[in-house]
């Protein structure tokens, strides 16, 4: 996007300064799923999901279509520039890749479910890119809430790696990590649920069309 990708992840002594809280307002209520947009106070029983697949619009369209899925928002995570904007993000000087938050509801749909699903709608060996979109911001990444979803999330990934291989893919590059040591941080208004704003615009999701096994 905007020709700004970089491929090389930055040290975090050399990552933009960002600034201490976000200076953009946000709208209240989710466009799709009429649930609030900021969800930092996640409703009793309800968990957290913490993906980074490509460019942020798509991932979240995806997301917010999965039954049980509650709330969606887009944002950055996984670097160390704190409240950084979509420009600095795209110059590669923050660490962060784009992310969809997904907050769901674990009766209606299980955390295996949606890292599946997060599997099957990126090819998540490309690095850092996604198709056509090529810089750090576009890393496949899970950020796990708990030692329950880290576990999921390594079972699910071997188990589909084998059958990427069959098919002629690499390894799996997907970041998996603790989203304690990171943060999230709310992407400007404008590009939550972008493609309801704009059901014409980019989309970049590209499957490999292969399903992940299920246990």
């Known amino acids: 996007m905007f020709n700004r990708a970089k491929s090389t992840m930055p040290a975090p002594e050399d990552t933009l300064p960002g600034r201490p809280e976000r200076p953009w307002a946000l709208a209240e209520r989710h466009r799709a799923l009429d649930a609030p947009l900021v969800t930092d106070n996640v409703p009793e029983g309800y968990q957290v999901a913490l993906f980074g697949l490509g460019c942020f619009w798509g991932a979240e369209e995806i997301f917010w279509q999965v039954p049980g899925v509650w709330s969606t928002s887009v944002g950055y995570a996984g670097g160390t520039t704190p409240h950084p904007s979509y420009e600095e993000v795209c110059s590669g000087r923050t660490g962060h890749t784009e992310a969809v938050r997904v907050v769901y509801d674990p009766a209606k749909v299980t955390y295996a479910d949606l890292v599946a699903t ?96 299920r246990a």
Do not use: M, W
């Not at 090529?134 to 999921?152: D, F, H, L, M, N």
């Not at 709310?186 to 970049?204: F, I, M, S, V």
């Open 118 to 213: 997060f599997y099957e709608v990126h090819d998540p060996t490309q690095g850092y890119r996604q198709g056509n979109d090529v810089g750090t911001q576009y890393r496949s990444a899970i950020y796990v809430e708990t030692p329950e979803q880290e576990k999921i999330a390594h079972e699910i990934t071997e188990r589909y790696q084998p059958e990427l291989t069959a098919r002629g893919y690499g390894p799996i590059t997907t970041e998996i990590r603790p989203a304690a040591e990171t943060a999230y941080y709310y992407a400007e208004d404008l590009h939550q649920q972008y493609l309801l704003k704009n059901p014409y615009g980019y989309r970049c999701h590209s499957a490999t069309g292969i399903r992940v096994p």
